[in-house]
């Protein structure tokens, strides 16, 4: 697969070619279509948030077709279009995660931060944070809507819908 590389500020972002990357338990890895750019991609890249996974592939905003799953993941979803945004994972133990605020866990991932994200062609990640999109949505117009998502979801849920 090729990735498009962040090894430090302040360096552009260096194209590299990498084994095709393989999901694990409960995740899935996704041929990416699109990744948007977000200005919190730009934040990262020009060091305004501390401690990114070094080296990173930016990119949280990615719509893709699910490839291959790991162990605890249904096969059922390869071949499907699906969504990675932001929130890549949450503990799942905290008061948060125990209370379904999974957006404040205390140990979160962040997709193109703190793990591998969408400026690839191939992408590995958390099922449980992919969502499933419509097989006739469209990548380009799709993408940016994952960044957002992750407030209005939880408006969404608060308000009972």
Partial sequence: MQAM?????????EIEERPLPQPGRGEIRVRVETCAI???DLH???GE????????????EIVGIAEAVGPDVDPARIGGRVGIPWLGHSCGCC?????????????????????????ATHVVADASYCFDLPPDADPISTAPLLCAGL????CLKKAGN
């Avoid at 590389?5 to 972002?13: I, N």
């Avoid at 401690?51 to 990119?59: E, H, I, M, Y």
């Avoid at 008061?95 to 703190?114: A, I, K, Q, V, W």
């Fill in 95 to 119: 008061d948060f995660c125990r209370g379904h605020m999974e957006n404040l866990c205390d140990r979160p991932e962040f997709t193109g931060y703190t793990r591998d994200g969408g400026y």
């Fill in 38 to 40: 977000c200005r919190t």
């Fill in 5 to 13: 590389v962040f090894r430090e500020v302040g360096r552009p972002l």
């Fill in 151 to 154: 407030i209005g979801w939880r």
């Fill in 49 to 60: 948030l501390p401690n990114p996974k070094l080296p990173l592939v930016p990119g949280h």
């Fill in 44 to 46: 990262v890249l020009d």
